[in-house]
Every structure is written in C-alpha cells, then in structure tokens.
C-alpha cells in the first residue's frame, strides 16, 4: 500500500497514477468515519475484515483504513456511502469483546478507488492452517465471512483445534471460491483446503467375547450357557443381556474361534432363532447414562478415577453431551462395572471411537 503523507491513510499501489480520477472531498467525506476506543493489540487487517463484514458491522467494502494504535483510533473509507448509514445505525458496536465508538469524518483528503478479486464455488468443510498463533478466532471468521477478500461467505460454524480451522459456510458452494484464491491474514500466507477426516483405524477386538443378537424371548439363561458352550467346547463364564431385547454380551474363560462359533450358530437354531454372533471391540470409552442433573464433570471424573468406588481408574477426559457422557480411559482394557452406584443411577455401555 502507497502511504499518503497529507492524510496518513493507507492508499492501494496502481500501476498508474490516475489524478484526474480520483475523488473529490465531498463525496470521499460521505463515505468515511472515524472509530475509536479501538482494544489495544489491534492489528489493521481484523478491522478491514470486521468492518467489511455487513451482518457483524453493517458495513461493506473498504477503500481505505487508517489505524493509529497510539490514539486507539482509524479512519476507515468504504466504497459506498451506505455502509456509513449501515454502521451508524448499527451503533454500538462491539468489536473483540470491547464497545468501539464509530461516527462520521470529514477531512480535506483524495483518496483513490480500490476493487479487490473475487473468487469462484463449494461444499462441506474448509481446513485451514497456518493461521499465526497472535491472530484471534474473531479474526479468522471476519476474513472468512468477508466474500470480496477471501471468497468465502456466512459461516454456519467454526472450529479451532491444535491451530487448524474447520469452517462450514452456509452456503455449500463458498468453499470452492476460497480454495481459488491465494489467502493472506496479518501478512502471513495460510493453506487451505477441503477436510479429508483421518482413515478410521480397526479396532482391536476381545478374543474371549462376542456380541450375541436375535436371542429368542423363550431362551432361559441356562439354555444360551449349555449352546454356547457345546459349539465352542469353552465354558461361558458371564452373560450380560443388553438394553436392546434379544443381545447379550457372552464372556469365555478362554479365547474362542470366532468363525467357527458364527458358522455353527447360522447351521444351528436355538428356540427357532439363528443367533447372530459379533466380535467385541476393545476400546477406552464408556458411555453413562442416567447421570442426575446435579452431577458435575468433576463429580463424574472424580467418581471413575477411583478404583475404590467405581472398580475403575485412569481417566483421560470426560465429555458431558446431551443427556449422557463420554468417559475416555488409559487403558481400554478397563473393567467397566456397571453395578456399582454413586449418589445417582447410570448404566454403562461400551462403544467404539
């Protein structure tokens, strides 16, 4: 950018200087204001992209901007002079958490047009990376909601993790015209590219367990044992039934041929059901359900890292969702004891990440 000395407003390099085109200070003042109590550490490119952000300021494109982080204040130049009503009327404004003052400026300056690129289509998620570590999340979805700099649109969401950004646009085909533009934010190059989520990794499995379903409501306990045990010639040694009717969970006291017991219980009926047999992942989360309202995911951390009270411990992390919670474990080898209770009913189920 060229720096004019007169106004201190950073002006756009051309190839030519065009004096004869430039506008004059009448309408260059219609389209101008002056913003201040501006947060410190600002940087210019987070106000360009805030204030050419219309659902957050009201604003549009910006032609010029002018900061000075000493008076906390800039002047800003928009291309057209309702943006000026827009963000006027828009008043106050809170930019990075902090209320700004904005209002109308009228110097005696030139300054010049400026039209910037815009880009091309999209769909699903956009990754990005390299975005510097002093660069705010605010910043990233204002150059990202900004259609004219980046290409993209309305973010439906956003998601930081590890310094990588995963944004949905609401409009599908936003992200095509981001991944056709060269992105820059705070004069640091990033990439960008469409997300390709991680291969999912096969599970170990349980060579003493299998998953039983289609278990007839006439089959007794006894009945299930005495079948199973005659196909694998390996004494079960517990059946847990699941919540689903018909699945039960079938422990060995030694390692089993899966494919055999499979092959034998699709020859074999048991009250004129075919038991349909599944292998048992290993894993190292457990669901809970049933949790009262009044426990915390401190009193559920608590509660599964102590062998004394839940038969359980080594807890990684505990992930309160909707209802029930995830609870990830160092080593999935876990016995996960489902009888024991706190001060609130839960039931445990294991499942696959």
């Not at 699903?124 to 990233?140: A, I, K």
């Not at 089959?219 to 039960?248: C, K, M």
């Not at 995830?326 to 001060?343: A, H, K, Q, R, T």
Request: net charge negative; with cysteine.
């Amino acid at each position: 950018m060229a720096y004019s000395e007169h106004s201190r407003i950073y002006l756009p390099n051309t190839e030519q200087e065009h004096n004869d085109s430039d506008k004059e200070t009448g309408n260059s003042e219609a389209t101008i204001i002056k913003v201040t109590n501006i947060p410190e550490g600002t940087v210019p490119d987070a106000l360009l992209f805030f204030f050419e952000n219309r659902r957050k300021s009201g604003g549009g494109s910006v032609e010029d901007i002018k900061y000075d982080p000493d008076t906390k204040s800039a002047v800003i130049t928009f291309e057209e002079r309702e943006a000026v009503k827009r963000v006027i009327g828009k008043s106050p404004l809170l930019f990075n958490g902090v209320q700004i003052g904005v209002e109308e400026f009228r110097p005696d300056v030139r300054v010049k047009d400026f039209s910037g690129e815009a880009g091309k289509a999209s769909e699903n998620v956009l990754e990005v990376r390299g975005v510097s570590s002093m660069t705010s999340e605010d910043t990233v979805m204002m150059y990202f909601e900004n259609t004219r700099r980046s290409g993209g649109g309305d973010i439906k969401s956003m998601k930081a993790e590890d310094g990588v950004f995963y944004i949905i646009f609401e409009d599908d085909q936003a992200i095509e015209k981001v991944l056709n533009k060269q992105h820059k934010i705070h004069g640091k190059t990033i990439e960008v590219c469409r997300y390709i989520p991680p291969p999912l990794k096969l599970a170990h499995m349980y060579s003493n367990k299998v998953f039983v379903t289609n278990i007839s409501k006439k089959t007794a306990q006894d009945d299930l044992d005495n079948f199973l045990a005659v196909r694998t010639n390996i004494i079960p040694v517990s059946i847990e039934y699941g919540e689903l009717e018909g699945t039960a969970l079938i422990t060995f006291e030694e390692d089993i041929d899966f494919e055999k017991l499979q092959l034998a219980c699709k020859k074999k009926t048991l009250h004129k059901s075919h038991l349909e047999i599944f292998r048992v992942p290993i894993t190292n989360c457990a669901i809970v359900r049933n949790i009262s309202e009044r426990t915390s995911r401190d009193t559920l951390e608590f509660y599964f890292d102590n062998e004394y009270r839940s038969g359980v411990s080594g807890v990684l992390d505990v992930k309160m969702l909707d209802g029930f919670c995830l609870v990830y474990f160092e080593e999935p080898e876990g016995d996960y004891n489902s009888n024991n209770i706190l001060w609130y009913k839960f039931e445990l189920s294991i499942i696959q990440e």
